[in-house]
């Protein structure tokens, strides 16, 4: 067989043969071995296969990663930390409570009188006008990390380290800045505490009374053993603390302010009519 007419034998392969192999024998007429068919049907499973499995794995990582962002915050908090972790709160056998009387007289002659305003009495509340809080004021039974804690859950905590609001000295605050579902509906109460500037006004109504400060100073602290609730201050002034950044414990960002004015609350009057 020539060259020749070994190509004419090659090109005379069944284009519609798929997959064939060409045996030629000198002077003799090719014989084809089919070799595998194609099955479109195998195929087309084949594909659906690879399409559904690829597709299977996106979704299974996709549901992966939102699981691990939901739980990676918990296992921050209950898994067991080295001595580089920070509580929630400062140490409760580490705060410093001075205890004073309420409202020392000297104290009053520095801010106008006694006042009185119309407004229904919603109870003892803190109320941040720039950042639109309102939230609920609630005694914590004691300076006790687990007492404190149970009072997040129903508002923010204050302490009793002696000083109430308007008394001279320093009335601390603290409240969750965030936090998980079972924190409670005020886990979020100072989410936006960062965003407060100098001059700014919160209002701290207590036993029908408005005592007003004026945000003076923002700092942001690593609690140590050493940590301490400052109590004795020559002025009356509130401290708001919250954990800092958002959804860590490993800072805590304290806000202070001083009373600049306190107003009389009383309820809004009622009428009554007679026919």
């Given at each position: 067989?020539?060259?020749?007419?070994?190509?004419?034998?090659i090109?005379?392969?069944?284009?519609?043969?798929?997959?064939?192999?060409?045996?030629v024998?000198?002077?003799?007429?090719?014989?084809?071995?089919?070799?595998?068919?194609?099955?479109?049907?195998?195929?087309?499973?084949?594909?659906?296969?690879?399409?559904?499995?690829?597709?299977?794995?996106?979704?299974?990582?996709?549901?992966v990663?939102?699981?691990?962002?939901?739980?990676?915050?918990?296992l921050?908090?209950?898994?067991?930390?080295?001595?580089?972790?920070?509580?929630?709160?400062?140490?409760?056998?580490?705060?410093?409570?001075?205890?004073?009387?309420?409202?020392?007289?000297?104290?009053?002659?520095l801010?106008?009188?006694?006042?009185?305003?119309?407004?229904?009495?919603?109870?003892?509340?803190?109320?941040?006008?720039?950042?639109?809080?309102?939230?609920?004021?609630?005694?914590?039974?004691?300076?006790?990390?687990?007492?404190?804690?149970?009072?997040?859950?129903?508002?923010?905590?204050?302490?009793?380290?002696?000083?109430?609001?308007?008394?001279?000295?320093?009335?601390?605050?603290?409240?969750?800045s965030?936090?998980?579902?079972?924190k409670?509906?005020?886990?979020?109460?100072?989410?936006?505490?960062?965003?407060?500037?100098?001059?700014?006004?919160?209002?701290?109504?207590?036993?029908?009374?408005?005592?007003?400060?004026?945000?003076?100073?923002?700092?942001?602290?690593?609690?140590?053993?050493?940590?301490?609730?400052?109590?004795?201050?020559?002025?009356?002034?509130?401290?708001?603390?919250?954990?800092?950044?958002l959804?860590?414990?490993?800072?805590?960002?304290?806000?202070?302010?001083?009373?600049?004015?306190?107003?009389?609350?009383?309820?809004?009057?009622?009428?009554?009519?007679?026919?």
């Open positions: 067989m020539t060259t020749h007419e070994h190509e004419t034998d090109h005379m392969i069944p284009p519609n043969v798929p997959f064939i192999t060409a045996r024998f000198a002077g003799q007429n090719p014989e084809w071995d089919l070799v595998a068919p194609i099955d479109d049907s195998q195929t087309n499973q084949a594909r659906k296969l690879f399409i559904t499995t690829f597709v299977s794995s996106i979704l299974i990582l996709a549901g990663s939102l699981l691990a962002a939901m739980v990676f915050p918990v921050v908090e209950l898994a067991p930390f080295g001595e580089d972790y920070q509580p929630m709160l400062p140490i409760a056998e580490a705060r410093e409570a001075t205890f004073l009387s309420f409202a020392a007289d000297p104290a009053k002659e801010y106008p009188p006694l006042g009185v305003i119309d407004g229904e009495l919603g109870g003892d509340a803190i109320r941040i006008p720039a950042l639109d809080i309102n939230v609920p004021l609630v005694m914590s039974a004691s300076l006790n990390d687990d007492d404190v804690l149970e009072t997040l859950n129903t508002g923010a905590a204050l302490y009793p380290n002696g000083v109430l609001p308007g008394g001279l000295g320093n009335t601390f605050i603290s409240a969750h965030t936090g998980e579902p079972w409670g509906k005020f886990r979020f109460a100072f989410l936006r505490i960062n965003e407060l500037q100098l001059g700014n006004l919160m209002h701290i109504d207590y036993r029908g009374s408005r005592y007003t400060y004026r945000m003076t100073n923002k700092d942001v602290v690593t609690p140590t053993p050493e940590f301490r609730v400052i109590s004795n201050r020559p002025v009356p002034t509130v401290t708001l603390m919250a954990c800092w950044p959804w860590t414990t490993s800072k805590r960002m304290l806000i202070t302010a001083e009373l600049t004015n306190v107003t009389k609350l009383t309820p809004e009057p009622t009428f009554t009519t007679s026919i």
